[in-house]
């Protein structure tokens, strides 16, 4: 079945880096966006990146432009975030979801497969 | 960047009740780049709406949305148990991806 499955998140003192990835599998993970969307504790969703199918174009939020890197392995069917200099209000779960493609349109329609995400805490 | 506001906060409604959701957003969003979903506790969100009014894949038709230019709306007709969880509204624009932040339905 269409899956994704995040790891990779823990603890981590404020100003270091962590990577989390994204294994997906059930369908084909060359052919569709990525994102990253996280959630603090207790609060909303924000999304944080986004990569196209073949890695050629990639956008952040504002947030976190400069300090986190998106980035795919297709021969791996992996999705990754670098982040940098982490800060306290980078503490959430972080899910990878699927850009969901319709009748040959992408990147506009939202996410339509998630994780069930992974959690990154960033403390001293 | 286009600000998405939902309101109310938090709606109680009983079972077989008609939820109505509301999205305003702070400019003119394309009608094609308005999504929702529904997140329940400890759970990953699920897309209902894309396209403003599209349902996505397996969405019982009791979920349907409307809207255009700066309003957006979320209906369910007829509340089920199952229905009871946040949800929010999500645009495209600009390269960039927002989300709302969120309304509670809640049992009454």
């Known amino acids: 079945q269409v899956q994704l499955v995040e790891s990779g998140g823990g603890v981590v003192q404020p100003g270091r880096s962590l990577r989390i990835s994204c294994a997906a599998s059930?369908?084909?993970?060359?052919?569709?966006?990525m994102h990253w969307v996280r959630q603090a504790p207790g609060k909303g969703l924000e999304w944080v990146a986004v990569?196209?199918?073949?890695?050629?174009?990639?956008y952040y939020a504002d947030s976190v432009k400069g300090r986190f890197t998106i980035s795919r392995d297709n021969s791996k069917n992996t999705l990754y975030l670098q982040m940098n200099s982490l800060r306290a209000e980078d503490t959430a779960v972080f899910y990878c979801?699927?850009?969901?493609?319709?009748?040959?349109?992408?990147?506009?329609?939202?996410?339509?497969?998630w994780g069930q995400g992974t959690t990154v805490t960033v403390s001293s | 960047e286009i600000v998405l506001t939902q309101s109310p906060g938090t709606l109680s409604l009983s079972p077989g009740e008609r939820a109505t959701l509301s999205c305003r957003a702070s400019?003119?969003?394309?009608?094609?780049?308005l999504a929702w979903y529904q997140q329940k506790p400890g759970q990953a969100p699920r897309l209902l709406i894309y396209?403003?009014?599209s349902r996505a894949t397996g969405i019982p038709d009791r979920f349907s949305g409307s809207g255009s230019g700066t309003d957006f709306t979320l209906t369910i007709s007829r509340l089920e148990p199952e229905d009871f969880a946040v949800y929010y509204c999500?645009?495209?624009?600009?390269?960039?991806?927002?989300f709302g932040q969120g309304t509670k339905l809640e049992i009454k």
């Open positions: 400019q003119s969003v394309s009608s094609s780049y």
């Open positions: 990569i196209w199918y073949d890695g050629s174009n990639k």
């Open positions: 396209g403003a009014s």
């Open positions: 979801a699927r850009d969901y493609c319709t009748n040959g349109v992408c990147y506009v329609n939202g996410m339509d497969v």
């Open positions: 999500q645009q495209y624009g600009g390269s960039r991806y927002t």
């Open positions: 059930g369908f084909t993970f060359r052919s569709y966006g």
